[in-house]
């Protein structure tokens, strides 16, 4: 039988995790172990994570999303687990959302993904999805079929095959987040592993937001957004082709921002650009405290 663990990522959220944790355990097939990364949380999380037995707890300096995911599949693959099922705390698996994903189509080494259904609205998509020929936005849109291909929602329930651990990786953790998860899917896409969502297995999810219109101080993560978008134009397109492209791109979105009607254009504009830079200089190396439009932003709003 094939050994499964799940990954779930915290930073913070304790009372989300424990949902999270409660919805693992209540699987018709429950992972054979559930590790946690916490990315050093404050709120109390290190404390009660101390009293669950059932746990295998790392503990780490907060590094993001990507350090988090990075840290908790390595230590799963090193285990030698068959599948890794990984997952951020704000997430809630339905009952039979890991059994669902085991009784779909066998299409080798791989990642299956389950549906991202918004939590507040249980007829719409956490995130909706836009291709060439079809958009998803409603799950009626995505049940239709048994399995979506090249689409995936990482790491919102996302099963991955140690096959394609093996070959790609582990996740970049100098990307920290906000792109980490697109780049490390692309990543399994572009050595030619089938990357799905099955629709019968479910995950319920915040809603996506728009990130363009986040108020600050908080759109300081839009600088990972941009920054780490140069990797996924690279995979993509390969690493010529990419970069040019990225750098046309960055260069629209950055100046959008100056053009937008919002209250803080000018902060988007100076972020976007520093992150731009940044990304076509290779510098991976920021975190919050080092972002300067950041820096700029509290030293004016004393």
Request: proline share 5%.
């Amino acid at each position: 039988m094939e050994r499964i663990a799940a990954v779930v990522v915290t930073y913070n959220r304790l009372d989300d995790l424990k949902k999270c944790l409660l919805s693992l355990h209540e699987q018709t097939r429950r992972p054979d172990t559930i590790y946690v990364i916490n990315n050093g949380s404050t709120d109390g999380t290190d404390e009660w994570l101390n009293s669950q037995p059932d746990l295998i707890v790392l503990t780490q300096p907060n590094l993001g999303g990507a350090g988090g995911f990075a840290t908790g599949i390595n230590r799963a693959y090193q285990d030698k687990y068959d599948w890794i099922w990984c997952m951020d705390d704000d997430c809630l698996a339905a009952p039979d959302a890991l059994e669902q994903l085991l009784l779909s189509p066998n299409i080798g080494p791989c990642v299956k993904n389950s549906v991202s259904v918004n939590v507040r609205n249980k007829e719409e998509l956490a995130f909706f999805v836009y291709r060439p020929n079809k958009t998803f936005r409603h799950v009626t849109d995505m049940t239709q079929f048994d399995i979506v291909y090249g689409v995936a929602s990482f790491f919102n329930g996302t099963l991955i095959s140690s096959e394609v651990i093996q070959a790609i990786g582990i996740p970049d953790k100098k990307l920290f987040i906000w792109g980490d998860e697109v780049e490390y899917m692309t990543r399994a896409q572009k050595m030619g592993f089938p990357v799905v969502t099955i629709p019968k297995s479910v995950f319920y999810h915040p809603p996506s937001v728009d990130r363009d219109g986040i108020p600050w101080p908080g759109a300081w993560k839009n600088y990972y957004r941009v920054r780490n978008e140069r990797r996924v134009f690279q995979n993509d397109h390969g690493n010529k082709y990419g970069f040019i492209m990225f750098m046309f791109w960055s260069i629209r979105a950055t100046f959008e921002q100056l053009a937008s009607e919002r209250k803080n254009r000018v902060y988007n504009f100076l972020l976007y650009g520093e992150a731009a830079f940044d990304s076509l200089l290779n510098n991976f190396r920021k975190r919050p405290d080092t972002i300067l439009t950041l820096r700029l932003y509290r030293f004016m709003n004393k």
